[in-house]
Every structure is written in C-alpha cells, then in structure tokens.
C-alpha cells in the first residue's frame, strides 16, 4: 500500500515539550497539506506545500508551530513550547497535480499533559 | 469567508433505513465539493467530488448530489459498516485548500 503514512500514531508530552511529526506523502504528489481535528469538529487547514515550497498558512497557526518539506518529499511538522490547547489529531493529505480527492494519513494524536 | 454547515450533527438508523445528510455551504467561486467518510482514530477517506450544480455521483448505497447552495449524500438501505462520520467539505476558486463542516456522525443498527 502506497498511502500517506504519519508518524508517530500517538504522542504524549508534557506542557511545554517540543514535538515533531512526520509524514509521507504519496510518491507522485508534488501537493502536502496539514490539518488539525479536534474532537467533533471537522479538519482545520494549518498549512500546505507545492513540491518544497510553503504556499500558504492559516492565520490561525501560531508562531509556535513550523513546518518544512525538503527536497518536496516528506514533511515534519514541529511544535514548540506545546500547552493543553494543542491536543488533538494531526492530519496529513497528499494529491497530484489534478489537485483533487486528498489522500489522508491516519493522522498522529497528540495529547499534552 | 468559505462556510460549510452539515445536518444532522448526528443520524441513527436502522438496517435498511434509507435517508440523507446535509451540507450547506457559502463559498466564493465553487471549485468543488468533497465528501468523505471518517471512522475512528483514522484519517477521513474520499467518497465524492461534485463540481457543477447539477452533478451527481454515486458508489454502492451512496449517492451524492449538488446544488447551487447545498449538497446531499444520500444513504440507500443502509448496513451497520456505513456507521461512520461524513464529512463535507469546499474548495473555492484559485485555492487548493478545503473547508471542512463539523460533520454528520451515522449510527446504523442492525
């Protein structure tokens, strides 16, 4: 299976802690997004990349989150200094250059204590 | 800004009990509308994109239909295993991110 893979599946840290998510895309997709789901809500973009360029990030994302794809393959996504209100699942997509249908990783759940 | 609102925020039906969700949405040039399935703990997986008023598209007991103002995922003779979240979401024009609703979590009971 040639899907999104994220990794870790779980993260548990302390307030504070940094932590880094990884992701892999699907081989042949120059387009990597991610999200972020809290419980009951739907996914909320954070920020997307075309090939190892950042285009766009929410507003919303704080200047303690960073993200980074180099060489246009994978991407890890850090964030700094974590507090409670980062508690959540992280979703990474992936599509092609026909830009539609995302492809989801299963997503890292991460819980700070 | 891009809003997407689905209904019901929650659906219980029996096996064999057919029926439809609800996605409303205000967008700025429709690019397309996405519809996806979600079970728990997982990531949400593609169903559908509808991109012109008028489109339906369709894939087992799902069927899925667009209007200029909302869309419906329609549900024939449900079985327990279509229990899951779906999730609606838009792309507007010249953009290549989505906008997710809050979803519609399914409950089929046998």
């Known amino acids: 299976d040639t899907g999104v893979s994220q990794d870790p599946r779980h993260k548990i840290t302390k307030r504070g802690q940094n932590v880094t998510f990884r992701c892999d895309p699907i081989?042949?997709?120059?387009?990597l997004y991610w999200y972020r789901q809290t419980l009951g809500q739907g996914p909320e973009f954070l920020t997307y990349f075309q090939n190892e360029a950042q285009l766009e990030k929410s507003r919303l994302l704080s200047d303690r989150f960073s993200a980074e794809r180099p060489k246009g393959s994978f991407s890890t996504l850090e964030i700094q200094r974590t507090e409670q209100g980062d508690s959540a699942m992280y979703l990474c997509?992936?599509?092609?250059?026909?830009?539609?249908?995302?492809?989801f990783g299963s997503g890292t759940r991460l819980t700070v204590v | 800004e891009d809003q997407v609102t689905q209904s019901p925020e929650a659906l219980r039906l029996q096996e064999g009990e057919s029926s439809s969700l609800n996605c409303s949405y205000t967008?700025?040039?429709?690019?397309?509308l996405f519809w996806y399935r979600q079970d728990p703990g997982k990531g949400p997986e593609f169903l559908f994109t509808l991109y012109s008023a008028g489109e339906e598209k369709e894939k087992e007991r799902l069927k899925a239909t667009l209007t200029k103002k909302e869309s419906f995922l329609h549900i024939t003779a449900p079985k327990p295993e279509d229990s899951a979240t779906y999730l609606c979401a838009v792309q507007a024009g010249g953009y290549s991110t989505l906008t997710f609703g809050k979803g519609t979590m399914l409950l089929v009971s046998p």
């Open positions: 997509a992936s599509s092609g250059r026909d830009n539609y249908g995302y492809t």
């Open positions: 081989s042949e997709h120059n387009r």
């Open positions: 967008v700025s040039g429709l690019r397309g």
